[in-house]
């Protein structure tokens, strides 16, 4: 079913497609009007796979690790931050240790060096710049920044959100920082996971994106067809029931967020390589069959940017809040939502 990884296909035999004529081959027809409207509107496709909800951070990285332990082609990770803690040297070592054992594995990791400042190595960072022993000269480039105090970045550190309360020059400022003061080198200097998976010959790629256009996707897809996406990041506050040195306890920890993740086997792995990747060729043997063991896929997203909801590239641009805001509308018997945030 899906992207073939080597069961039941010769690989003299493979199709490489293009996008396109991939999501064609895959595309499972609108089963109601709701369906039909977000299709059109967002130009997505559903498509037939295998799926489950993770609901817990000990459960989703027991499957991460068995996930990358199995690879036998590729591992393509994409996550908004990744901390240096136990957490995340786990999965840096474990990423390692498979690169060792398989040098052909194909294993490329994007992350957003924002997110790894402020969320994933909380810790680390506050001790760089509050110690001028470690990181000679930083706090000396900080206070070149007049909008940018100490207390103001420990508070967004803790807080993304705090963002929001920025001034126009302090968003400027802080843009300065991140693209001129922290340049990839010293990232890696704060964060032992993010230097293990670079020494490890890992492909790691620091993004270092604009404010509007931060990447907060948690998308992780082993040999092309099998994919963990959601909300977690890699870190302690996500895995929940790990400890360093015991492995999975089944314990929770007390601080850890609630998030979920959805792991699912199929045709919807290249829908997320491609809005995650840029991977417009896929390798595909036959269109999946859809019967009772499968279940239906729509991969959505939101792009970075702002777009005004008149604007007529709204419900493509921002495929995830036009479904929402549409399901919204179109609702007749009753709305149960979930969510961490007051949205737009």
């Not at 992350?111 to 760089?128: A, P």
């Not at 920082?177 to 340049?183: A, D, E, K, Y």
Request: net charge negative.
């Amino acid at each position: 079913m899906g992207i073939n990884i080597e069961q039941e296909c010769d690989l003299e035999e493979l199709q490489i497609l293009s996008y396109s004529d991939y999501l064609n081959a895959v595309k499972e027809e609108p089963s109601d009007r709701t369906e039909r409207v977000i299709e059109a509107a967002t130009f997505s496709v559903a498509t037939a796979n295998e799926a489950q909800l993770i609901s817990t951070g000990p459960e989703a990285f027991e499957k991460l690790e068995s996930l990358i332990k199995e690879a036998g082609r590729s591992i393509h990770l994409n996550v908004y931050s990744w901390a240096g803690d136990s957490t995340g040297m786990r999965g840096a070592r474990l990423l390692a240790e498979a690169k060792k054992r398989s040098p052909h594995l194909d294993i490329q990791v994007h992350i957003d060096k924002l997110g790894c400042l402020f969320i994933g190595c909380m810790e680390e960072v506050k001790s760089y710049v509050t110690s001028i022993f470690r990181m000679p000269g930083l706090l000396f480039q900080l206070s070149q920044y007049s909008h940018l105090q100490m207390d103001k970045l420990k508070r967004l550190q803790d807080n993304p959100t705090e963002i929001c309360y920025f001034s126009p020059e302090a968003l400027d400022q802080l843009n300065e920082f991140i693209h001129n003061t922290l340049p990839e080198e010293v990232l890696l200097e704060l964060n032992p996971a993010l230097k293990l998976l670079k020494e490890s010959g890992i492909r790691l790629i620091v993004e270092s994106n604009h404010m509007t256009r931060m990447d907060h996707s948690k998308v992780m897809i082993f040999d092309g067809d099998t994919t963990l996406a959601g909300g977690m990041n890699i870190g302690d506050e996500y895995s929940g029931g790990y400890e360093a040195g015991k492995g999975w306890t089944g314990k929770v920890k007390k601080d850890y967020w609630k998030d979920y993740m959805i792991y699912s086997k199929g045709p919807a792995s290249a829908i997320h390589r491609h809005n995650s990747f840029g991977v417009d060729d896929v390798t595909t043997c036959d269109k999946p069959e859809h019967d009772s063991s499968h279940s239906r896929l729509r991969v959505l997203h939101n792009r970075g940017g702002e777009v005004q909801p008149e604007h007529p590239l709204f419900a493509r641009n921002k495929q995830i809040t036009f479904a929402l805001t549409h399901l919204l509308d179109t609702a007749e018997k009753e709305i149960v939502i979930e969510h961490a945030y007051l949205m737009d």
